[in-house]
Every structure is written in C-alpha cells, then in structure tokens.
C-alpha cells in the first residue's frame, strides 16, 4: 500500500468537526446524517468482510491470535458495529398530532408524508379509536417498500370496555323502568326531576351508542340484541371466537404498490365495511367480522423525506376520548413526545377559547415542567383555511386592503368577457349560415361568400384573443383576492391564538412568579390539505388563493418539524459517529503495517507497567475526583427541597376538602355553577379512582380528572423551580463537563507521549501521529456524561406526571368506600364520605405522594456516580484497546512456528489489506456539500398574482382551441392558436 495513501487514511479527519460547528443547523444536520448513512454502510460492509473471513477460515481461534485483535475480539468488534447500525435504525423522534375529530388530523398527516389514502380521515368512529405511528422504511427490498404492523388490544382493555356496555345498558334500563312507573331517580339528591333523569339517560346512551356500534362491526349484534340479556362479555370473548383469539397479537403486512398496500391497510384504521371472513363458534354460521374495532396501535413504515431523520408521526386519539382506554394511550404517549402539534380547523380556531381547550390547563403544565411549551417543541396548526371561502369575503379583503380599482377591473373585464361570448356566438351563426349558402351557388358567389366567412372568423379570433386575454386577468385579480382574504383570515387567527396564549402565560406567572419570564410562543401555522393537494407536484393550474403549494402552509410546517428536531437528531448522528470513529481506528490499527519492518523487542507486561498503566490510573483518577464534584453540583438543584414545597403543601392540603366539595358540580372550576353532576357520570369517575371521564351530556364533550386537578394544583407552585432545574440548570452543566473531560483527557495524554518517546525512539513519529486517534474516544466519553445529565431533565417528566397517579392510590380507600353506597341518595352520601377523606387525609396525601416525587428524584440523582463509572470503565476499556492496538504495530511478536501458524498469518495480512481498500473507499465517500434554503416571503403578493406580462402561454393555446374550434379541421385550428400567440407577443 502506497505510504501516502495510508497516511491519508490514517490521519484525515473524515469530518471536520470545527468547520462543521460554523454551518446553519440545517445544513449541519444534512451533513451529518449523511455521513452517519455513510459510516454505518462502510462499517457493515467491513463487519460482513471480517465475519465472512473468520468464518472461511480453517482455524477460527487463529486468524488474528497472533495479536491484540484475537479472534473473540473481532466478533466484538462486529457486534459493536451491528448493535450501533441497530440504534440508529431504532432511533424515534414522536411527533404527536392531536384534535378533535374532523379537524383534519390524518389528511394534516397524508399531506406532511405526501402520501394519499393510507391514513383515514372523516372517519368518526374510528379516527379515535386507533393510534398510528408513521416512521421511514429503511428497507430496500421493493417487495417491503411499504409495511405495517397491526397490534391488537389486550384481552384485558376489551373485557373492561364490553363490561362497562353492559353495565351502563344496566344502568339506563333502569332509569327508563323508573321514568316510565313515575318513581324516583335512583341515585340522585334531586327528588323525582324527569329532566334529570332524561338527561342522565341521553348521556348514557352516547357512551352505549359508540360502544354497540363496534359490537355490531365485530360480532354482529344490534344494541337490541345487546340489551335483551340474552350476550354477555363471557359469550362474546369465548376462547373459540375468532375475535378473542386476534387479542394480543400482531399481523404483519408487506406491500411494491401504495395503492394495493393502501387497501390492505384500510379495514384497520378506519370504519371500511371491508371485513375479515371468520369462523365464529362451533355451530353458527360464517360471520364478517370488522378489525378496526379491535386495533390497539398501527405502525407504518414508508419512504418519506421528512421521516429520514428518525421523525415518526403519531396520529394520536384526543386526550378526551370517550373510552378510557384511549385517552390513557394518549396519556402515555404524551410523555414520549419530541414535537407536540394539535390542529384546530379555522372555522373553530375563530374561537381561541375552543382551539385551546385542546390542550386542557393540566397538559399545559405538563408540557411547561417539560420543557416543551415553546416554538420548538409544540405547535398550532389551523386547518381548512379556505373552506367556506367565498367571493363575498374575498371581495371584502380587497376593498379592506385599499384595492378597489382592482375590483372594479374585475367588474370591467367580466363585462367584457360577456360581450365577448356575445360576439363570438354571433359570428358562430352567421358563419354556419354563410356555409349552408355556398351549396348551389356560382363560382362568383362561393368567392363572395367564402369571403365574408373569412371576416366573420377573422372577427370571431379577435374576440377570442380578447376572451382569453380578460380570463387570464380575472383569474390573476380574482386569485390575489382569494389570497388576501385567506391571508387576511389567517393572520386573524393567529394573531388571536398568540394574544390568548400571550394571556395564558402571564396567568401562570402569576400563579408561579418564579418561573422564567420570557416565553417563546408556540408556532401557529395556517394550512389548507386542499389546496395542497389541488396543485399537486409541479401543476400548473392554480387553486384560488394558492398559487404554490409554498403557499398552503404544508412545507412551512414540514421545514418547521425538520428544524424542531434538529437538536435530538444532532446529538443522536454526533454519539453514533464519534463510536463508530472509534472503532474504525480499532480496525485501521490493527490493519496497519507501516511498521511491519521496523519493530521494537518488548513483553506485554513491561508495556502493561510502562505504557498502558500510568496513563489509565492518571485519567480515571481525575474522572472518579470529577465524578464526585459533578454529583454535589446536581445534587445541590433540588426542585423539592423542603423550603420551597412547605408552603405549597400547607395551601394544598388546606384546599383539598374546598376541590372535592366542587366535584359534585358540572363545572367545578365555575364557583358561579350550581348545576350538579348526573348520578352515574359521579359514580363513572369515583369508579374510575377519579381518573379521566368524559361526559357528553347535552351533546357536549366535557372533561373530568380530578387526580390530575389534584396533581396540577401542587405542580403549579413548583413549575418555575422545577423548569429552571431541569431545563437550564442541568443543561448547562453538560458544556462545563465537556470542558473538564477534555482537561483531564490533556492531562494523560501528556503522560502516554512523554512514556510513547521515552521508550519507542524510532518510533516516535508513527505513535505521535496514531496518538491523535484516541480523541475518538474522549469524545465517546464526553456523550456518554452529556447523555447522563440529558436523562435527569428527561426523566424528570415521567417524575412530575406520575403525580397524578400517586395522588390516585392515596386516595384509593376513599373512592373504595364511597362506591359502595348503594340506593335512593347514594350520590350525597358519596359525595359526603369524599369531602371527610379529603379533610382527614388531604395534607397527608400530597405530603407522601410529594415525598415520592422526592424520591424518584434522589434515586436519579443516586444513579448518577453509577452511570458515570461505567461511562469511565467503557472509555477506560476503549482507550486500553486503542492503546494496545497501536504499541502492538510497533512491538515484535513472539516466535511462533509451525505451518498453521503461518497460514493464519497469511490469512490475517490478506484480510488486513482488503481492510484497507474498504476503509479507503469509506473516506472517499465523505464529501461535503453546500446545501441552499428556499424561502418565500408571505407578507408580498405572489408574482403570480401580479400583472401578467402580454403573451399566451400553453393554456391560452388550449383555451383558444376550444373557442375556435367550430367547423375548421384541427391543423387550421393549431396554426390558427399559433398566429394568435405570436400576434400577442408582438
């Protein structure tokens, strides 16, 4: 191997890291992603080499036992290669989208992924039901370019769904029995109140409703069958029954094609009468049988852009779903989130207070202690921002923006294009009976008549010109109406969204002074699905309002995603790289024969006492003194030290028996309302050990969790110390780690050179520069520490939304015995044991499930000095072997004779060279390159909609065929629209 060659592969830098610091993040992240596609394809490519040769070989113990890198060691080497081309494959950024049904959610989704009719939409039943994750196919095997995973819900989750239906069929039989003999409401205060138990009745009927409809689907009775008595969940979940046995399992589908993939799909995202032929029980007949019912999660894999990066879009259900399982899978998946988007339609978003109720007071804490209520972590997205859009209102947007004469252009080109038509049906007739006239007619005559033919179509081309010139013009004019008016709403909306999420934030600095006073807003983005996918790729034709899709806020809010991840995505491509640098040195190294003719005599344990120990005991002394003063730092920022949580459990727990004397009422925040819950919507949420319950009484959604109220009421008093903490604090402690390590690093290399020239002499050139490649594991390192101190403030999150649930237990007993009255005026006697436990045990409860907060939080702290000592022991290990790998270069190796030996030794020098060649090619691969930006100024007038220069272009060709087209054959007709066009350009 020529020397030049491998000192360029040994000691180039395949990226360089400072140069890279200076680029825009999103040119950064473009670069490093690709480098990362690029390692992880040259290091499998390596790792398949090596295990293809140990496999091949006669001997597998001796191919490489000659040196550091034995046998063992390469198999290491290649698990380590798979194991990080596996975490990058699983690497997921959740990006959650959440709103109501029929505020667009999965056509938001279809148009982000540029993908048609994979994902339902306008689906009530289902749009709910299902939650789908969407994340980038990695595959390339075109029989798996689109592939999916069906997971069906639990035995569990379906029992507890089928027994409440029975039970509340149960309940409101009861209710109508009553209502119908005159009796007594059976559970309420309210004495014998129709209206009440009407009411009460409606509002069981809307859970039994939803509930029934996914019975009939799956097992095929109607709500009549249901409510006979003769079904109950033990029959509908036999163990024969096709349905029971899909329960807890997984289908897998693979697809070339989306439209044919598409269609496989359908049935379990969405309501499609499309069904699963199933045998039912033994003796009944063959029944269809409905899957979307019975589906917990869908995950997707395709190919899409924006989801190249580890972004995975999830269509969550609305955290105020009807069943509670739903809900709570919403729940769960909020803590995971990277991104959080709720999506709003423009009809609703009019309504700030509306939008917003998408995102309840306590998601809205919770998001804060997070750290994701910013621009860069949550957004609003107002869809269908043209729907409903009419002339009236465009027309108003143009008179509000000063352009009347516009307007009034319009009105002139309009009455001009009548004229027009006018004309040009005119001279259609009088040519027609020009032509009739020329049959019999003398040769002077026929020359005559042809003549005024010919004027007449002359004319009639004129007034096409002039047609078509006044439809380009209104269409520009009308389509900047149309724009201005959609701008102009827009812009309403935003503006009203900012101002009341500008007022919502100065409330809760009220509630918690303490909290950072600057607030970056979330992002609004107005959107229209629409018009996006009315323009399509690269047509033509535009949408009125829309002339781009540029225009249609998709791309904004895609280049948005793409920005708001670049952080996580950074941080993920920086560690996968800086490891797998490391372990290309390993194999560079051990590949390397530079100085194969010029080694030293030396044992392993005089280079283990000269070499190798001095530095290792040097560096992992001052990491162990650094690991000690690192943990008193994190210790020392303590959301819950006892100065700060005193006071908020004194007024707590002082306000307990006030918050629970409210649960009885329909709007307990309200201390104006004095309407009263329902009966059984009190016993569902007692049931429910005051966990999530949505009422739809009234045909409104209306959403009870008073364990989250509970948890809310504490979080509020600690959010400002609990966000400085674990969102600045901690953070900013990682970049003085760095700093340390990089010191104490410093430090021990001085010693490995000073021993390195001290003993190897002649060698010193070649270790001096080898040397260099150990930053790769300084680096390693240094992610490992930022790594443990990223986790705290991740971990956090589960720590303070946990409370809610920690809350719930404590109260456990109090729910337990208020649900077991029974009877006439069950309800006050529930409600009274709740206010005494509530009384007895308020100050209690917060107090031991804050003390469990507390304590989550010292056992993360706790784990600290653990997970540093290993990050030490990994670095410490990676060093020895890098260490190894280059001395062993420079040292002779024991004697060893014997014809297997040397045909080992054969083996491992043509294995080494291929090594080479395949890691020449891997730093080839390394290209930089610029990478532009395309941005769109939306405050202008698009040119589009400015005035047009005075030429057809190839639609005016088209339009003027259709005009002219009457009696003329079609090559007179294209010459004919020739000459027009070429008459209008001059």
Avoid at 358 to 365: F, V, Y
Avoid at 960 to 980: C, F, G, P, R, Y
Wanted: charged fraction near 30%; aromatic fraction near 6%.
């Amino acid at each position: 191997m020529d020397t030049s060659m491998q000192d360029s592969l040994r000691f180039e830098r395949f990226l360089d890291w400072d140069a890279l610091q200076k680029k825009p993040a999103s040119e950064r992240i473009q670069v490093l992603e690709g480098a990362l596609a690029k390692s992880i394809k040259y290091s499998a490519e390596l790792a398949r080499l090596i295990e293809s040769a140990i496999n091949s070989s006669g001997n597998e113990s001796s191919i490489a036992e000659s040196d550091v890198f034995s046998t063992d060691t390469l198999r290491k080497w290649i698990k380590e290669v798979d194991d990080l081309a596996s975490e990058h494959l699983n690497f997921e950024l959740l990006v959650g989208v959440q709103g109501n049904t029929g505020a667009g959610k999965s056509a938001l989704l279809s148009a982000l992924l540029n993908t048609r009719d994979i994902l339902p939409s306008n689906c009530a039943a289902a749009a709910t039901a299902t939650v789908c994750k969407v994340a980038y196919n990695h595959s390339d095997d075109p029989e798996k370019a689109y592939h999916a995973e069906i997971h069906y819900r639990t035995l569990e989750s379906v029992k507890q769904e089928l027994d409440d239906l029975f039970e509340y069929i149960k309940k409101r039989d009861r209710l109508l029995e009553q209502s119908n003999s005159g009796t007594g409401v059976e559970e309420n205060d309210y004495g014998d109140d129709d209206a009440a138990r009407a009411q009460e009745i409606e509002d069981l009927n809307v859970y039994i409703s939803l509930v029934a409809k996914k019975v009939q689907h799956v097992w095929g009775y109607t709500s009549e069958q249901l409510g006979s008595g003769s079904v109950s969940t033990a029959d509908l979940l036999a163990k024969s029954d096709p349905a029971a046995k899909r329960l807890g399992t997984i289908d897998t589908i693979f697809g070339s094609k989306h439209e044919e993939f598409a269609e496989r799909v359908k049935p379990f995202l969405d309501s499609t009468p499309k069904v699963v032929k199933a045998k039912p029980r033994q003796g009944a007949p063959t029944r269809e049988m409905a899957a979307w019912p019975l589906i917990d999660h869908v995950n997707i894999w395709l190919k899409c852009p924006l989801l190249k990066g580890g972004i995975v879009l999830v269509d969550l259900p609305g955290l105020s779903d009807v069943v509670e399982g739903r809900s709570a899978v919403a729940r769960q998946y909020y803590k995971q989130l990277a991104v959080a988007v709720v999506v709003a339609p423009a009809i609703r978003a009019a309504d700030e207070q509306k939008t917003v109720q998408l995102m309840s007071e306590n998601q809205e804490i919770n998001l804060r202690m997070s750290g994701k209520f910013d621009d860069r972590s949550f957004c609003i997205v107002i869809s269908k921002t043209d729907e409903g859009m009419n002339w009236g209102e465009a027309n108003r947007a143009f008179r509000d923006e000063g352009r009347d004469e516009a307007l009034e252009r319009i009105n002139e080109f309009e009455a001009k294009m009548k004229e027009c038509n006018e004309a040009i049906k005119e001279a259609k007739v009088q040519t027609r009976s020009l032509q009739k006239q020329l049959k019999g007619k003398e040769k002077e005559e026929r020359r005559t008549t042809k003549s005024k033919i010919r004027d007449h179509k002359k004319r009639k081309n004129a007034w096409s010109k002039d047609l078509i010139f006044c439809r380009r013009e209104t269409k520009g004019l009308r389509g900047a109406a149309f724009h201005a008016a959609v701008q102009s709403r827009s812009n309403l909306h935003v503006k009203r969204l900012n101002e009341y999420l500008q007022e919502r934030h100065t409330a809760f600095l009220s509630q918690c002074p303490d909290a950072p006073k600057h607030f970056s807003a979330p992002r609004i983005f107005p959107v229209s699905v629409k018009a996006y996918w009315g323009l399509g790729d690269g047509k033509e034709n535009m949408v009125e309002g829309f002339p781009t899709t540029a225009y249609t806020g998709i791309p904004a809010l895609a280049k948005w995603l793409d920005e708001a991840t670049i952080p996580q995505r950074e941080r993920h491509a920086y560690s996968v790289l800086h490891r797998l640098d490391c372990l290309r040195h390993n194999i560079q190294t051990w590949s390397d024969d530079e100085c194969s003719m010029n080694k030293i005599q030396f044992s392993e344990q005089q280079l283990k006492e000269m070499i190798l120990d001095p530095v290792y005991h040097e560096i992992q002394k001052n990491l162990i003194k650094f690991e000690t003063k690192l943990k008193n730092k994190v210790s020392k920022n303590d959301p819950l030290r006892k100065g700060k949580t005193t006071a908020a459990l004194k007024e707590c727990g002082e306000h307990c028996a006030a918050r629970v004397h409210r649960w009885v009422f329909k709007e307990p925040d309200n201390q104006k309302s004095a309407t009263k819950l329902h009966a059984h919507t009190f016993r569902a949420i007692i049931k429910r050990e005051g966990g999530e319950f949505v009422s739809h009484s009234g045909g409104f959604k209306k959403r009870y969790c008073w364990m989250e109220d509970m948890a809310t009421a504490f979080k509020i008093h600690i959010a400002g110390v609990w966000i400085e903490t674990f969102h600045n604090a901690i953070p900013k402690m990682e970049k003085d780690a760095r700093l340390e390590v990089d010191k104490i690093w410093e430090k021990g290399m001085e010693i490995l050179n000073r021993d390195l020239v001290k003993h190897f002499e002649g060698q010193k050139s070649y270790l001096a520069k080898e040397a260099l490649t150990l930053s790769a594991v300084k680096e390693e390192v240094k992610d490992l520490v930022g790594q443990a101190l990223l986790d705290i403030s991740a971990r956090s999150t589960e720590i303070h939304t946990d409370l809610a649930e920690s809350l719930q237990k404590k109260w456990r007993k109090g729910f337990k015995d208020a649900l077991a009255e029974r009877g006439r005026g069950s309800m006050g006697r529930r409600h009274t044991i709740l206010q005494k436990f509530a009384k007895d045990k308020g100050h209690v409860m917060y107090r031991e499930a804050v003390a469990d907060m507390k304590a989550q939080l010292q056992k993360q702290i706790k784990q600290l000095p653990e997970i540093l000592n290993k990050a030490w022991e990994h670095g410490l290990n990676k060093l020895q072997t890098q260490l190894a790998l280059i001395t062993n270069n420079v040292i002779k190796a024991e004697n060893r004779d014997g014809e297997e030996f040397q045909r080992a030794e054969g083996d491992k020098v043509l294995l080494q060279q291929r090594v080479r060649e395949l890691l020449m090619k891997w730093q080839a691969s390394f290209i930089m390159a610029d990478v532009g930006v395309d941005q769109i100024d939306e405050t202008e007038i698009p040119t589009v909609y400015q005035a047009p220069e005075d030429n057809l272009d190839e639609e005016d060709d088209d339009v003027v065929m259709e005009e002219i087209s009457d009696s003329e054959s079609e090559t007179e007709n294209k010459a004919l629209a020739v000459k027009i066009k070429a008459e209008r350009k001059d």
